[in-house]
């Protein structure tokens, strides 16, 4: 058995090559750990096994008719970051009440940044915030976002669930 691993390195556009890649190679089992991955072999493959990780719901993702019962070549785990986004705001607001504005960092090109983004301005709705959202897609991006962020501004920041945001950070994030 031979294990290759892949990495698209934040950087989503490539991986519709490597897994073409993949699939040209004939691998006999895709692992796709993140969504943008997931998607990048929905959208190439529909005979190779590909087993996934996913923040958000498959079946609105597009990549299994069921829970239950996939019912295609794709089968994974979720790890439901997108319904926890609620809960990330109600915590930190727990943990600094006297913010009223919290910060929420996503990366655009995520399939998830969209219901993340509106679960979390949800949360903040309900709980008497105000969101502001920051976008990063690339390292320069994140480097002008904390700098920004690093000029007086005492708002706490969130970072959303992203295979982008884990690559370039360390510890973990709320």
């Not at 498959?58 to 089968?75: D, Q, R």
Request: proline letters at 6%.
């Amino acid at each position: 058995m031979t294990i290759e691993c892949h990495w698209a390195e934040g950087h989503y556009e490539r991986l519709p090559a490597i897994i073409a890649d993949l699939i040209r190679r004939k691998a006999s089992v895709i692992a796709a750990t993140s969504t943008p991955a997931a998607a990048a072999a929905k959208a190439a493959n529909t005979t190779i096994p590909v087993v996934f990780t996913t923040s958000g719901d498959p079946i609105w993702l597009g990549l299994v008719s069921s829970l239950n019962k996939p019912g295609s070549n794709f089968t994974g785990i979720i790890s439901m970051n997108v319904e926890l986004a609620s809960k990330r705001l109600q915590l930190m607001h727990e943990a600094l009440p006297n913010a009223t504005t919290i910060v929420l960092l996503v990366n655009p090109p995520d399939p998830l940044t969209a219901s993340a983004s509106k679960e979390s301005a949800a949360a903040a709705t309900a709980l008497g915030l105000e969101l502001k959202v920051v976008r990063a897609s690339s390292e320069q991006d994140l480097s002008a976002v904390f700098d920004s962020l690093g000029r007086g501004n005492e708002e706490p920041l969130v970072i959303a669930s992203d295979a982008f945001f884990s690559s370039h950070g360390e510890g973990s994030a709320l």
